[in-house]
């Protein structure tokens, strides 16, 4: 996925810290769901707080997004669309999708790397190999 908005497996409080540093409504990323593998998560500030909207990949790589309840279901076919629609005002959204904050590294991968080392290290599993 090339979208320079796009971080990967951020987790929420990363991203939180980064949507809301500048205090500005309009601020979004996209991340991978935490709780729900394959999902990934536009998420988005307004008033100090960030919304977090689930979008879904369907059959053929089209994408769903759930915004509102009992909202219509809206369908892209790609992510570069989807963001577009949401770009314009009263699309379903808290607020308009206004500046995208980009990722300053592929993916955030390193994290996620050093998580599972050090689970990895402090893990029962790990033995001793002597000489």
């Known amino acids: 996925m090339d979208l320079p908005y796009y971080h990967g497996?951020?987790?929420?409080?990363?991203?939180?810290?980064?949507l809301l540093k500048e205090g500005v409504d309009g601020n979004f990323l996209l991340r991978d769901s935490e709780s729900m593998p394959?999902?990934?998560?536009?998420?988005?500030?307004?008033?100090n707080l960030v919304y977090t909207y689930r979008i879904f990949r369907e059959k053929h790589g089209y994408y769903q997004i759930e915004t509102v309840k009992g909202a219509q279901k809206q369908i892209f076919p790609n992510l570069k669309e989807l963001i577009s629609k949401f770009e314009k005002p009263d699309q379903g959204l808290?607020?308009?999708l206004i500046k995208p904050i980009k990722r300053t590294?592929?993916?955030?991968?390193?994290?996620?790397?050093?998580?599972?080392l050090e689970a990895f290290?402090?893990?029962?599993?790990?033995?001793?190999?002597?000489?």
Request: charged share 25%.
């Open 94 to 96: 808290v607020v308009h």
């Open 121 to 131: 290290m402090n893990s029962n599993d790990y033995t001793d190999v002597l000489p």
């Open 9 to 18: 497996p951020l987790t929420k409080l990363d991203c939180e810290t980064l």
């Open 105 to 116: 590294s592929p993916y955030m991968r390193w994290r996620r790397l050093k998580l599972d």
């Open 38 to 47: 394959g999902v990934l998560c536009l998420c988005v500030s307004f008033k």
